[in-house]
């Protein structure tokens, strides 16, 4: 059945033909080019420094396919951009899915982080200038960005915290300070910085203190210090930098909407963004369901002269899982569908809850399947311990889990307490009223 036949029910009228048609074409690039093509790719980026050094030639091949069957640059939103494919949020949603399945879909397709989000940031905020000089490059996956907010020194999940200084000195920002978790920029093809740092730092007001300059990566001054590893993987030649800054200096042109927007800059990004990583998390849950039903039932693997799928737990492990990841669906497209028919503000708590709830679930079904392949679940014979620790991840990127729930709790908290309040009074008093009227005993503290 094709993935067009198995769009959720109640999601479906929402979804075009032209996205049913290249939902199945996304569902077929990725089953029958991009994860085969997962395999190449390691292959050919070989042992050691020379990791960082390539651009695996498979990809370029998988890029060419992309581009004539229509698959690039899916994820800009068709009501807020014109240089998107024309699909909304929840068409995209669902092709998401596919492109988490496989480690290259995403940048076969265009539709890779960080990229997404800076190209986002361009479209929405960027001058025409800013948007010729790097938009068009991105757009046509000709270069590479990474986003620079995260340091070393301070606690990153409040971005008041930032410290980078850029200081404008005549026609001319300064930039000094250290960045780390910059991911894109091992790639060699990572051409451009978008960096957030302290513009203004006279302003009382602490969300008005961060601003957002594009750098070229190659400015003088910048040192890329070291890669960071996830777990152990290098996530070459992409990578994860520890970056410093030793007045580096940017035209003052390179600012993007002005001094202190940057906060505006980054809601603005990481809005859709987040559930970009949550619908992929679907997909890498799905895949790890297919690797744990078919390990389960290999005939040659039959501990205590049984098949695996025999045995009452395994079968709950398989159904709870399918309950998981459907639901967990439903989270993310009602998500989309908010911010289709909104926008990302006024979907802030329907991303929060596909942010946290995803990546929990896949963990939660990835785990199962690294169980149910005894020891070869931990080791590199399948995808699904690179996946575990991918995922995992995604509890911190964007923003650590305790921080949303707190703003969502907070929110939550806010907007229903007196109503809630007023309404259970009401409803006792009722109840207490009622109980009199009939000449009943009151049995409960009302
Ligand atoms: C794989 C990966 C890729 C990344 N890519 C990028 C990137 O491209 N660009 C970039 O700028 N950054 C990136 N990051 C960094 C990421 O955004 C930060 O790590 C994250 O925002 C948390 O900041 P921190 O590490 O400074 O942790 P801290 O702010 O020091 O927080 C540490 C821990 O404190 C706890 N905590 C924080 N606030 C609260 C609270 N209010 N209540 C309870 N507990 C709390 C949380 O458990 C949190 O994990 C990436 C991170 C990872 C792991």
Known sequence: MPASARIPPIVEPFVSERA???LDLVEEFVEKDCIPADYVFEAQLGEGDQRWKINPPILEELKAKAKKLGLWNLFL????????????????????????????????????????????????????????????????????????????DVASSDATNIQLSIHREGNEYVLNGSKWWSSGAGDPRCKLYVVMGKADTQTKNAYRAQSVVLVP???????????????????????????????????????????????EIIQGRLGPGRIHHAMRSIGAAERALEWLITRVNDDKKKPFGQLLSSHGVILEWI??????????????????????????????????????????????????????????????????????????????????????????????NKSRKDELTAKINWQKAEARRLLNEKGLKINSRL
């Open 20 to 22: 049913k048609k290249t």
């Open 77 to 152: 939103p068709k009501n807020h951009y014109s240089q998107g494919a024309g699909f909304t949020n929840l068409e995209y949603g669902l092709m998401a899915e596919y492109l988490g399945k496989s480690k290259v879909a995403s940048e076969a397709t265009n539709n890779s982080a960080p990229d997404t989000g800076n190209m986002e940031v361009l479209a929405k905020y960027g001058n025409e200038a800013q948007k010729r000089e790097w938009l068009t490059p991105l757009l046509e996956g000709k270069i590479r960005s990474a986003f620079l907010m995260t340091e070393p």
């Open 217 to 263: 990566s190659d400015t003088p001054g910048i040192t890329v210090h070291r890669m960071l590893n996830i777990y152990g993987y290098d996530d070459a030649p992409h990578g994860h930098g520890h970056i410093s800054f030793n007045n580096v200096r940017v035209p003052v042109s390179n600012m993007v909407l002005g001094e202190g927007r940057g906060f």
């Open 319 to 412: 159904a709870k899982s399918r309950i998981e990841i459907d639901a967990a669906r439903l989270i993310v497209l009602n998500a989309a569908i908010k911010i289709d028919t909104g926008d990302a503000k006024a979907a802030l708590k329907e991303i929060g809850q596909a942010k946290i709830l995803v990546p929990q679930t896949a963990l939660t079904v990835i785990d199962r399947a690294v169980q149910a392949f005894g020891a070869a679940g931990v080791s590199q014979d399948t995808p699904l311990a690179y996946s575990w620790s991918f995922i995992r991840t995604l509890r911190i990127a964007d923003g650590p889990d305790e921080v949303h729930l707190q703003q969502m709790g907070r929110r939550e």
